[in-house]
């Protein structure tokens, strides 16, 4: 079984380089699935899940008194079973036995005794704001401030949780066979090459 | 023109790599050629220059107190013109209009003008380790810790000269258009999945 899993800045590509990755291949592909999953296991609200593994994780029992009292306490409550039950997902995601791509959720940590080829995505600020805007509509200025706080929220989220469950830096060099970066390449171009990458180090000689 | 430059952590087979790509693509190919270049310019001997520019960096100015009186003044003294004349000598190469493949000595910032394509190359601790012992002989326990000391040593002086020269991060994936972990890999059948990549940026749509 053939495992590939992209990790990635926000706003680099990342989802969308996975996504092509899967359809050259022939790869089964997760990323929003994987949410989907873990809110109907949990009996929650999939927009939910979703947001509460955005915000910055905390280790239990540590107060944060600077938090929205309306909604972060129970976010942060059940983050850790969330955590949980996302580790479960993915290992039943392995546990099919079927090549795939999975985007993000620190799956290169998680399945790493399956040996997958780990890709980290990144791009730089203005690629990435660029990427952002053209997903968006309305007052461009306003956008540009908004997601430039989104892009750097939640990377920061992503070292943090990254940080917890593995005790290692995101997006250290060490830690992915590939860094790609896609500043400057159209995703659609950039696909083959990656894809031509992985094929070769799945079947080079051991 | 098409500039290829190879940045590498010590004993992670960049400098292999780099001389397979330029096989593989039938670019021209310089490493050692640039330390030689410099030497005939400045009337020094090769593995002085050699020597000089594997010495931590110093600014000039700053008094190393631990430094060995017998020679560190004198290379500290030279190593910023030893920096100019290295940068003199890239300059000429780029200036030849042929593509080329350059290993280190910051070809990547020296030479951003030209849009290289840009690659790091690193590997893990165990895997540089042995790739050093292959090319070692005699005492394997002795050469072990000499040869940890050295890729630490030359690694710190990579990373302290980049900064001087560019005021950025050596390694930081940001400025790399990719970043191989050669790990796991025999570089033979690494080096034509980066020549493919390389091409595919050679020859996208802009």
Redesign the interface.
């Known amino acids: 079984m053939k495992i590939i899993t992209v990790s990635r800045e926000f706003g680099s590509g990342g989802r969308e380089l996975g996504k092509r990755l899967s359809d050259i291949l022939g790869f089964d592909y997760y990323d929003r699935e994987i949410i989907t999953a873990i809110a109907k296991n949990s009996s929650l609200d999939e927009s939910f899940v979703d947001y509460a593994l955005e915000q910055q994780p905390v280790q239990v029992f540590t107060t944060n008194l600077r938090c929205s009292f309306a909604t972060a306490p129970a976010v942060h409550s059940i983050q850790p079973s969330l955590l949980l039950e996302q580790k479960k997902v993915i290992d039943s995601i392995a546990a099919k036995g079927r090549d795939c791509v999975i985007v993000g959720r620190n799956a290169d940590v998680l399945l790493q005794d399956y040996e997958p080829f780990n890709i980290?995505v990144?791009?730089?600020m203005e690629s990435r704001i660029e990427r952002c805007l053209s997903r968006a509509s309305g007052d461009e200025s306003r956008q540009r401030r908004d997601i430039v706080r989104n892009i750097r929220r939640i990377d920061k989220v992503r070292a943090r949780t990254r940080e917890l469950i593995s005790g290692s830096d995101w997006?250290d060099?060490?830690q992915?066979?590939?860094?790609?970066?896609t500043s400057?390449?159209?995703i659609r171009?950039?696909a083959?090459?990656?894809a031509?990458?992985a094929g070769?180090?799945f079947g080079?000689?051991?």
Do not use: I, Q, S
């Not at 992915?176 to 970066?181: A, G």
């Open positions: 980290f990144c791009a730089d997006g060099r060490g992915y066979h590939l860094t790609v970066n400057g390449w159209d171009e950039l083959p090459a990656v031509d990458f070769k180090w080079r000689a051991k």
